[in-house]
C-alpha cells in the first residue's frame, strides 16, 4: 500500500511562499507520476503540477505557471511543491499524489493514490 504523507501547509499572505513536501514510501514503481491535485471550496479536485520519474518535462496548470515548481530529492524519497508568490486562489487543500500501475499523469484523480492533504491558506 502506497503511502504518501504531506506537510508544509500554513497561512501566507499574499505574495507569499510556501513549500509542500510530500514523504513517499511503500511503492514497487520503477518509474511513475507523482505530483499535486489541489481542492478550492466545493469545486472539482485539479491537477497543479506532475513530473514523471523515466522523465519529460513537468506539467503545471496554467494559473500556478511561473509560480510554482515540483521537483523531488535524488533518493525518490520526498516530493517538494515551491509556492512562489501565492495569491488568495491559491487556497485550499493540496493532496499529494502517486498514480497507480506507474501509468504516465493524466488528470483522473481517481487514479491516483493520495495522501490526507494539507491546508494552504492565502489571505491579508
Known amino acids: 500500500q502506497v503511502r504518501l504523507v504531506e506537510s508544509g501547509g500554513d497561512s501566507v499572505q499574499p505574495g507569499g511562499s510556501l513549500r509542500l513536501s510530500c514523504a513517499i514510501s511503500r511503492h514497487t514503481y520503477r518509474e511513475y507520476c507523482a505530483g499535486w491535485f489541489r481542492q478550492v471550496g466545493g469545486e472539482e479536485r485539479e491537477r497543479v503540477a506532475t513530473?514523471?520519474?523515466?522523465?519529460?518535462?513537468?506539467y503545471y496548470v496554467d494559473s500556478v505557471k511561473g509560480r510554482f515548481t515540483i521537483s523531488q530529492d535524488n533518493a525518490r524519497k520526498t516530493l517538494y511543491l515551491q509556492m512562489n508568490n501565492l495569491k488568495p486562489e491559491d487556497t485550499g487543500i493540496y493532496y499529494c499524489v502517486l498514480r497507480r500501475n506507474g501509468a504516465m499523469c493524466d488528470n483522473m484523480w481517481h487514479m491516483y493514490d493520495r495522501g490526507q492533504g494539507t491546508q494552504v491558506n492565502v489571505s491579508s
Open positions: 513530473m514523471y520519474t523515466g522523465g519529460g518535462a513537468a
